[in-house]
């Protein structure tokens, strides 16, 4: 069901609900309310006839004429006076109106010092009893409220036309109350479906009402956003990814062609090889880097986590730069380490963060004009925060705002210093996957300083979920 129907349908079965009520209690209280009036002119007839009894010129005859011929007469009405030994003193009916008999449930009834109201052949009765010290007797009234019938029936029909009319209009105006409502909801349906990624600069008008339409508008505007930003972020990668790749793959190519154009000494072929080689390794690096990369894209789910030793993992990377070159140093530095040995743990991924670590302190090691690397560690605020700095020529604001972008190379280190591109923004997903945060300071000329900070353990909150015996973890960060 469409949500203007639903809309329409509950509104209007809401609204009719309040009528129905509405009509019920209007003929309930003027059912009661007719019916006290009834039962005052029966007591009041009951009155003044047990006055004209009790009168000292009683005479029956008269009684009978004054209730045939009084205008405010009871339709079908009957009266009855007993004395107190139930001998009946007076009695009066109407043509057509049914004799009513005293029993011993009226007599039980009327002597308890109150009129007793009954009915009887569809009419309404009273009892009265008086008592004094010459004379006892018991009144009794009973007549047919043909007034309260007829009213009754009327209302019933005006309230059943009213309700018919009510819920018309009822219906009618919840429609429209729903077209209303889902007019702009449509707008923005009909607009999402023209937006595509040829057409993704479209964007929902907001409006000026502060409503939950403006905010859903703003939310959808805001998730367009991020997914145009991430559309052109793949768009970008695979282009550069295409354009990396098949770089060695044309050399390689062109290579062997030219290789293979006559026969060779084994000399040349071995150059040959050697320079393919080259070629192949930069291909290797590339697609380890891009299945690094496409490994840290998106959450934790499914990544192997534990708690990871900060200050251990950091003491391995000297030695295994080293390995890369004999000309890099790292120095490292640890400021006041604390006693409680549980504040050096982070919980995650050790290769990864390791990975991540080692990229950046070999790029401060290539370009640092001695070679050299400083690396610290501090703590505060529940953090870890690992500094590294380097001797470098430093970066401009023109580079700052591009160096975690994947495949970008300054233009001014690519003459002296290979690489793809990769090592920084894979660092950044790394250390931004562990709920942490990097930042870079640089100055030409001055070397440059990247800070990493990382949630201990302890600021952590972990959840362990079990699937196909493999354990798997996600990091909640306290406040996110």
């Keep these: 069901m469409q949500i203007k129907y639903r809309i329409t349908l509950v509104y209007s079965v809401i609204v009719t609900v309040i ?47 004054i209730n045939e011929t009084s205008p405010s007469s009871l339709d079908r009405k009957s009266l009855y006076v007993y004395d107190y030994k139930s001998n009946k003193v007076f009695s009066y009916h109407d043509k057509n109106a049914l004799p009513v008999k005293l029993n011993d449930n009226i007599i039980h009834n009327v002597t308890k010092g109150r009129p007793y109201y ?54 009618f105006t919840g429609y429209v109350f729903s077209l209303s409502l889902i007019r702009a909801i449509s707008e923005f349906t009909h607009k999402i479906k023209h937006i595509s990624s040829e057409k993704f600069s479209l ?28 559309f052109n972020l793949q768009r970008r990668f695979i282009d550069n990814a295409s354009h990396e790749l098949s770089t060695p793959l044309a050399s390689i190519a062109s290579q062997m062609d ?18 393919m080689n080259d070629d192949v390794k930069r291909l290797s690096m590339l697609v380890r880097s891009l299945l690094e990369i496409a490994k840290v894209s998106g959450s934790m789910g499914g990544t192997e986590l534990t708690s990871v030793r900060i200050d251990e993992m950091l003491m391995r990377i000297p030695a295994e730069l080293r ?8 120095n490292i530095e640890f400021d006041k380490l604390p006693e409680d040995e549980s504040a050096l743990i982070i919980y995650g991924n050790e290769h990864l963060l390791y990975s991540a670590i080692k990229n950046i302190v070999h790029n401060a090691c290539k370009f640092s004009e001695d070679k050299r690397a400083d690396l610290s560690m501090s703590f505060t605020n529940g953090n870890i925060v690992i500094t590294i700095k380097d001797n470098g020529p430093g970066i401009d604001d023109k580079d700052m705002q591009h160096i975690f972008q994947p495949f970008y190379r300054s233009n001014r280190h690519q003459s002296y210093v290979s690489g793809a591109g990769l090592g920084l923004s894979l660092a950044q997903r790394i250390i931004s996957l562990h709920k942490g945060n990097i930042t870079v300071e640089s100055k030409l000329g001055h070397g440059t300083t990247f800070t990493i900070i990382l949630p201990q353990e302890g600021a952590a909150e972990l959840e362990v979920h079990t699937g196909k015996g493999i354990k798997q973890a996600i990091i909640k960060t306290k406040g996110t």
Excluded: H
């Design 19 to 65: 009528l129905l009520l509405f009509c019920v209690a209007l003929y309930f209280f003027s059912y009661q309310d007719m019916v006290s009036r009834f039962k005052d002119r029966l007591l009041s007839k009951a009155t003044s006839t047990l006055e004209l009894i009790r009168s000292p010129r009683f005479d029956v005859e008269l009684i009978k004429k």
């Design 323 to 330: 390995n890369v070159s004999p000309m890099y140093d790292v």
């Design 118 to 171: 009954f009915t009887m052949d569809d009419r309404d009765v009273v009892a009265l009893e008086y008592e004094d010290k010459n004379s006892n007797y018991i009144v009794m009234v009973a007549a047919y409220d043909s007034d309260r019938i007829d009213w009754l029936q009327k209302l019933q029909l005006i309230l059943a036309v009213c309700m018919l009319l009510s819920v018309i209009i009822v219906v």
């Design 203 to 230: 964007r929902l008008d907001t409006g000026k009402g502060k409503d939950e339409l403006q905010k859903l508008a703003i939310t959808i505007n805001d998730l367009l956003d991020r997914l145009q930003a991430s």
């Design 258 to 275: 030219v290789t293979l154009q006559r026969e060779r000494t084994g000399e040349d072929y071995k150059k040959a090889l050697l320079s």
